[in-house]
């Protein structure tokens, strides 16, 4: 059963501009998203990169009614791509905001075109 959706759109070039600032950085990013981030080619791919976990973290609050003050900073949530599969990774703090002690599923899509990432979260309710 859905138990939330959330869509969000970041725009690169301003995400592009803010990651100029390595406070901000480590101030909304985990060390693993950073270091995927990172890891991209150029400047535009890795603001593309930051771009999509900002949207995730957005779209995550929309589905699950966290608000985004306790999910923005680093420490409770992170956006893991394994095997170019996304997933959400979220801390027992954030965890505990919805839906606690119910068994549910997170499911994350990510797109970029042009100067847009976008992100979608589904709450899967098992």
């Known amino acids: 059963m859905i138990a939330g959706i959330g869509i969000d759109l970041c725009r690169v070039s301003r995400m592009q501009r ?35 976990a900002f949207a995730a973290r957005e779209a995550f609050c929309k589905a699950s009614g966290v608000p985004l003050a306790r999910v923005a900073l680093a420490s409770g949530f992170c956006l893991l791509r394994k ?31 042009g100067d847009y990432a976008a992100a979608v979260v589904v709450i899967e309710r098992l």
Do not use: M
Not at 27 to 32: D, K, Q, S
Not at 94 to 101: D, S, T
């Open 18 to 52: 803010a990651v100029g600032s390595l406070r901000f950085v480590e101030r909304v990013f985990r060390a693993e998203e950073i270091a995927y981030a990172e890891s991209k080619g150029n400047e535009r791919a890795r603001a593309a990169s930051y771009a999509s």
């Open 83 to 113: 095997g170019g599969v996304p997933e959400i990774k979220l801390s027992p703090e954030i965890e505990a905001l919805f839906l606690p002690g119910l068994p549910r599923r997170l499911w994350v899509s990510l797109t970029h075109d």
